[in-house]
């Protein structure tokens, strides 16, 4: 992000402020002063490659005053790393591994699950077809050209009917990129460094023409260009959504399978971190 945000920013934007984080002043990111008005993300969406900024629908914890963690100096860049460094299935696998406490790449790792027998019964049901085996990653669709835009800027739309959100804009060259660029740290409870998450969401952006439009305190909305069509093809991203967000399943449907049901012909996905 360059030193000076403010030269990058339309003249046009409605009344707004510039945002720092704990690790000093300098501007992450801008936020509109009050609900983004219709119409604009999808302006500033399109005018992305020209501009460099990304715009995000931002919504808050809570009704507090100080919206978090967006006016609430809860935004950390400097415990980010870089996305590029990381390779999707390598992190999609070992967080799958976590799930029954045997990570491969760790060397403090017991060589064998420490569930008990009830405990990995329970785990096989929950992640079945696959149990705690990583089934790989789902096979790339074939995304059209301008589709991914076309979905995101729907999904804008539909947001922004159902709940109010301010207007967010980050120097950055993709919505995976802008969340690492400003410092959220939303999946804390689940990963510290938000360059991880970056690198699975820009995989996604590759394989499904998913982009980031709304983020929350720990809450995130993509849109999809391409969804699964069948649930065969639904299962193995289930497994992907399930090792990059455990409580989709785990506090939410409670198998993989009834996850993967949701994800057929789903042109939105939701992801939350407890």
Known sequence: MTSDLSRLLPATLPPGRLVGGEDGPEPLL??????????????????HPQSGLWPLLLVPLGDGADYRPWLSGELFPASASDPTLYDPDALLRRWWQQLGGT????????PESPLDAEEAAELHAALAPFGPAWPG???AAAVPDGAPG???RGLADVLLSVRDARLGLVEAGSGAE???ACGWSGPLNHEDDTAKIAAVLAD????????????GFDTLELSVAVPPATLAEALPLAAEHTAFCPDLVFQ???????????????HQWSFWWD
Do not use: C, K, N
């Not at 936020?31 to 999808?42: E, H, K, M, R, T």
């Not at 990570?103 to 017991?110: F, G, K, L, Q, R």
């Open 30 to 47: 801008w936020i509109s002063d009050a609900p983004a008005p219709a119409g604009l993300w999808q302006q500033l969406h399109r005018a």
């Open 103 to 110: 990570d491969e790449d760790a060397p403090e790792s017991p």
């Open 137 to 139: 990653t789902a096979p």
């Open 150 to 152: 076309i979905e995101a």
């Open 178 to 180: 802008a969340l690492a």
């Open 204 to 215: 996604w952006e590759r394989r499904f023409g998913a982009q980031v439009v709304q983020v």
């Open 252 to 266: 939410g449907t409670g198998t993989l399978t009834a996850y993967a049901e949701r994800l057929v012909a789903a």
